[in-house]
């Protein structure tokens, strides 16, 4: 589904990513972790299309298509979901409407006619329910005056709504208090499906204790040092990231 | 160094203009009318050196030969008029009853200008200065068909009326006047549309006076569809009594030159006086609103927001002048002017003027100008909207707290076309 090959990315000419590959295959969910400052937000803003970052080497496949040749909208279109780490306010846009807008236009580019508003009210109700967020949220401004969590919950509402084959998290975690955790956790694991791959970047493992991963990546340095299992979270929780740090020296 | 203003005498000007058709004046006007002429043979065009006109030049006016309309037939409109009901249409200043269509409603006195019945044109007391405004006694003293209108006390009119007003021809002036009087405790709504819809130059010189009595309510949207070789100058006077409600609304879409001038007097207490503003200049146009909001008595309440959205190198200037007098204790007035600059090209003067007398009052003002916010497009972006869609939905939200204080929403998207059409383009 998405396969990343060494990878460069820069943001105003220092190179954040240098060489990072990975293979993400249907239905599989991949967690990224690694200290701070190695490079993982970055990967999920290259991912997305941000374009204050610049690929300067490598290439990204996306159901067989160039993922770097895409803006934002088109990988939007094409199935990728950006879930932001610190989600955008955005006063006088309303949730729904900005919603129902994207979804259309992305309907659009597959040849498809706009939704009608009896299914898009439905979808609106039935999604809303996966992260309890409240009726009165979906309608207010996006994200103007939502407490963190809510945020969060919103990003996940999102996602649900526009159905994308690979979801991106970008520490959806931090910053949430377990009830929150456990409601974005329970959102993300019921849109699990055979057809569609997320990448869980993180910091804490006890994300991972919601979202079972099926590899754990650990990323130092603008690069993939390590690959495991759920395990190797553990391992990372209980001795930090300097084991990884000693192995990494650079030459 | 400044270029130096051509300062040609008005006079100069209303010397080409014939009187002919214009002489019919209501008997009440006439006195006004010659103080007018009289006030013009000194006037000259403001200049960049008047405080009241820093940032507007008026250079591109007094350069031209303008003259009135020799034709007043209707051109065909960007939208359809008939379902526009109930209406009045005037082209090039004059009225157009063929294309109109009133009806009947009691308690309401509506006539053209000239044909104004006596008793309340002689009642409203000029209230702007002519040395402050030229263009103001320029229109006094040449005035054409506008519209006059007098509600009956406690009528309430339900049904908006309609102002068409067409401008069209090679360097034709059009100078509309109308006045509004509502007795106590009636109502009105009003919607004013002026579009320009020729290639080459035209003026508009508007004015129109308003006094409203004790208790009554006056919602008034004006709509400019000027285009970039048409100039507008508009001057709304109002006098607003006790308990009184008054809404005027400025929409602004294009127009190489505009300046609207809209001067409100809180006369009784416990009035309420809104005054809105919304534009979208492009190219290298210019739009200027300049208001006076004069608070005379205690416990009123105004209201200002203004905002607009620069395109190409338009140009853009807000003044709001407060004045709260001694005794406007209990005074609550607001003002906003916020500006998103779409290019980088595009200029806004911004400046709120209080001078407050009383000591137990809430004013404020605020005033912002800035980009478009690219995290909020990045942001729609991810979500599938194109960066156009984005755009117009950030801008649209932008509009929407002007767009919503409408009086009259039936042309609301007529003006939420424009808009997306504007910024299809930029």
Request: charged share 25%.
């Amino acid at each position: 589904m998405l396969s990343v090959k060494n990878l460069h990315a820069s943001v105003d000419g220092k190179e954040i990513l240098k060489g990072l590959t990975l293979e993400v295959k249907p239905g599989e969910v991949h967690a990224i972790m690694g200290p701070n400052g190695s490079g993982k937000s970055t990967l999920a803003a290259v991912l997305a299309g941000n374009e204050d970052f610049e690929v300067t080497e490598g290439s990204v496949t996306f159901l067989g298509k160039d993922l770097l040749e895409m803006n934002p909208d088109e990988r939007s279109h094409a199935g990728v979901f950006l879930a932001f780490q610190y989600p955008v306010e955005i006063p006088g846009v309303s949730n729904i409407n900005f919603l129902k807008a994207a979804i259309n236009e992305r309907r659009e580019a597959h040849g498809q006619d706009p939704i009608s508003a009896k299914e898009f009210l439905q979808m609106v109700k039935e999604r809303s329910k996966l992260v309890e967020l409240d009726n009165k949220l979906t309608g207010r401004s996006v994200n103007e005056g939502f407490s963190g969590g809510e945020k969060k919950r919103n990003e996940i509402f999102q996602m649900a709504m526009l159905e994308p084959k690979l979801g991106i998290l970008d520490e959806t975690d931090s910053g949430l208090d377990i009830d929150a955790l456990r409601i974005v956790a329970n959102g993300v694991n019921k849109l699990r499906a055979a057809d569609r791959s997320f990448v869980v970047v993180t910091h804490y493992q006890r994300l991972l204790d919601y979202i079972i991963p099926d590899f754990v990546h650990v990323l130092f340095d603008g690069r993939i040092v390590k690959t495991g299992g759920k395990e190797l979270a553990l391992k990372l929780e209980e001795q930090g990231y300097d084991w990884i740090k000693q192995e990494n020296v650079p030459a | 160094m400044e270029i130096l203003q051509d300062t040609t005498k008005l006079n100069a000007l209303t010397g080409t203009l014939t009187d002919g058709y214009f002489a019919k004046v209501p008997a009440a006007f006439e006195s006004r009318r010659n103080e007018a002429k009289k006030a013009l043979e000194t006037l000259e065009f403001p200049t960049t050196k008047q405080e009241y006109w820093k940032y507007t030049r008026t250079g591109q006016i007094a350069n031209k030969s303008w003259r009135f309309a020799d034709n007043f037939d209707l051109p065909e409109l960007p939208i359809s008029i008939e379902e526009i009901t109930p209406r009045m249409v005037f082209v090039n200043g004059v009225y157009s009853e063929a294309n109109s269509e009133m009806e009947d409603v009691k308690g309401l006195e509506i006539s053209t200008f000239a044909k104004a019945k006596q008793g309340y044109i002689s009642d409203l007391a000029p209230y702007t200065d002519y040395s402050l405004s030229p263009f103001l006694a320029l229109n006094a003293a040449l005035p054409q068909d506008g519209y006059a209108i007098r509600v009956s006390k406690n009528i309430a009119l339900e049904k908006p009326i309609n102002i068409i007003n067409v401008y069209t021809g090679d360097t034709t002036i059009s100078q509309p006047r109308s006045v509004i009087y509502l007795e106590t405790g009636a109502e009105l709504k009003i919607t004013e549309f002026h579009i320009h819809e020729s290639e080459n130059p035209t003026l508009s010189n508007t004015a129109l006076e308003v006094q409203l009595e004790a208790n009554s309510t006056l919602g008034i949207d004006v709509i400019q569809k000027g285009n970039d070789t048409s100039y507008h100058m508009q001057q709304l006077d109002a006098v607003v009594a006790g308990d009184a409600n008054f809404t005027h609304n400025n929409f602004t879409m294009r127009g190489k030159w505009t300046r609207n001038n809209g001067n409100v007097r809180l006369k009784g207490s416990n009035t309420t006086a809104n005054l809105n503003g919304f534009y979208i200049p492009n190219g290298s146009e210019h739009i200027d609103n300049h208001t006076i909001m004069d608070h005379e008595q205690p416990h009123c309440d105004s209201n200002e927001l203004y905002r607009g959205v620069m395109l190409g190198k338009s140009t853009a200037v807000f003044n709001g002048k407060v004045y709260v007098r001694p005794h406007a204790q209990k005074t609550n007035a607001f003002q906003s002017n916020g500006n998103i600059l779409v290019s980088d090209d595009a200029t806004v003067n911004s400046k709120p003027e209080l001078e407050i007398y009383a000591d137990d009052v809430k004013c404020s003002h605020g005033s912002t100008t800035g980009q478009i916010d690219d995290e909020a497009i990045y942001y729609l972006r991810t979500r599938g909207l194109s960066a156009t869609s984005a755009r117009k939905m950030m801008v649209g939200a932008f509009a929407a707290d002007v767009l919503n204080t409408m009086v009259n929403p039936v042309w609301r998207e007529y003006i939420e076309d424009v808009i997306s059409h504007e910024l299809s383009k930029a």
